[in-house]
């Protein structure tokens, strides 16, 4: 993958390719951004076309998908460039993955046919500096309302360009959202069971970068726009080796239900696990285990009853909790997380107005498969208690 900054290696890479007429998958958003002005100029050269498609909504369905891959075959495509979010790109990816599929897929037969690679180029332009999408091999869309987690290494993009100025006009709220959105990426991947020398090293990369330059961000100066561009790639690269865990896991109903943004919601999810997990670790002290929470801060979160963990099991997490410590510049796991709650009461991150008869519902929508990811097991009461801490 080529990772650029300036347009005219864009168009090198369209020039060198040969490309002749590119799929533009993108919202309406692009049409205030440079990449706008890129496209009519490259148009006016009259040696490549645009054909643009935005039929999709957030939360993009199967269905607008093969929308898609029809405007790409009828016009004869021969590239996909996508522009945007998480759902430009997640749109985008599935149209490369199906467009030579047989069939239009209307039966769904695209989603339960094997996925090989292809030769079409696909190029990628992140419009917020959170999802990582434009370096990971995860597509999420939904089929008859069911969500559908669609992966294969050819999702990755041949190129990504990264251009800091379409951050500026972003809200402050969307800038906080998906700030957040990769920062908890980055952190659940350090901790992830999947997490690895190189994943944290991109997780470190983009968890420096975020603690270093949040303030400045927020407030608005172009100087911290293109570190946080790639503050997001590099969590998006974290997560592409470990997936994320039960931080994500929980967030997800949060979304629908309250109305928070995504990452939004990650936030307030990883900080409730992180200070549980920090609390299971520091119960199990007959092993020597400690992760510095004072005893005034032992919240009866931690699960009592919890099966006591391996030694293995015990040295591996505190490791993963000193590597966290060692990225946000604090001396103990538990400094580290203090950091992390500070920075989220001083970004006034609502907190959602989870009723107990909202408990049932948000414990048995939690991914499953995702839970496995995380370095601590969870069982059902250990998650409904998790969202009890979440209640504003
Ligand atoms: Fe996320």
Avoid at 168 to 191: F, G, R
Avoid at 276 to 282: G, K, S, Y
Avoid at 321 to 333: N, Q, S, V, Y
Avoid at 349 to 354: E, S
């Amino acid at each position: 993958m080529q990772i650029y900054k300036d347009y005219a290696d864009l168009e090198s890479f369209i020039v060198s390719r040969n490309i002749k007429r590119i799929l533009l998958v993108a919202g309406k958003s692009m049409d205030r951004l440079r990449i706008a002005d890129f496209v009519k100029e490259l148009e006016s050269k009259g040696e490549t076309s645009f054909v643009r498609f935005s039929s999709f909504t957030p939360n993009p369905k199967y269905e607008e998908v093969l929308e898609g891959v029809k405007a790409y075959r009828d016009n004869s495509c021969d590239a996909v460039l996508a522009i945007g979010g998480g759902s430009a790109m997640d749109v985008a990816k599935c149209i490369k993955l199906y467009a030579y599929k047989d069939g239009d897929g209307e039966d769904g037969s695209f989603l339960t046919s094997e996925n090989s690679a292809n030769d079409i180029p696909f190029m990628a332009m992140p419009t917020t500096a959170g999802t990582g999408s434009e370096v990971t091999r995860f597509a999420v869309i939904y089929y008859k309302g069911e969500k559908q987690s669609v992966a294969h290494d050819s999702l990755i993009p041949d190129l990504v360009l990264l251009d800091g100025t379409v951050l500026v006009n972003l809200p402050l709220y969307q800038k906080k959202a998906t700030m957040l959105d990769a920062l908890c990426h980055a952190i659940e991947s350090a901790w992830s069971v999947k997490s690895c020398e190189e994943s944290r090293e991109h997780s470190k990369k983009a968890i420096t970068a975020i603690m270093d330059n949040y303030r400045v961000y927020l407030g608005a100066k172009a100087t911290t726009y293109d570190k946080m561009l790639m503050a997001s790639l590099e969590a998006g690269r974290a997560i592409n080796i470990t997936q994320t865990t039960a931080g994500h896991a929980m967030c997800y109903k949060i979304t629908t239900k309250y109305g928070f943004a995504h990452g939004h919601a990650a936030a307030l999810c990883v900080g409730v696990l992180w200070r549980w997990m920090l609390e299971v670790v520091d119960k199990q002290r007959e092993s020597g285990a400690e992760c510095g929470l004072p005893e005034s801060e032992m919240s009866s979160v931690a699960c009592a009853s919890r099966v006591e963990m391996t030694k293995e099991d015990l040295d591996n997490v505190r490791m993963k909790f000193d590597f966290l410590a060692e990225c946000f510049g604090a001396h103990t796991p538990a400094e580290a997380l203090h950091i992390y709650e500070d920075m989220l009461k001083e970004l006034e991150m609502d907190l959602p107005d989870i009723k107990d008869e909202d408990l049932d519902i948000l414990v048995h929508a939690v991914n499953i498969e995702r839970l496995k990811n995380n370095p601590i097991a969870l069982g059902e009461d250990d998650i409904r208690r998790l969202y009890q801490e979440l209640k504003a």
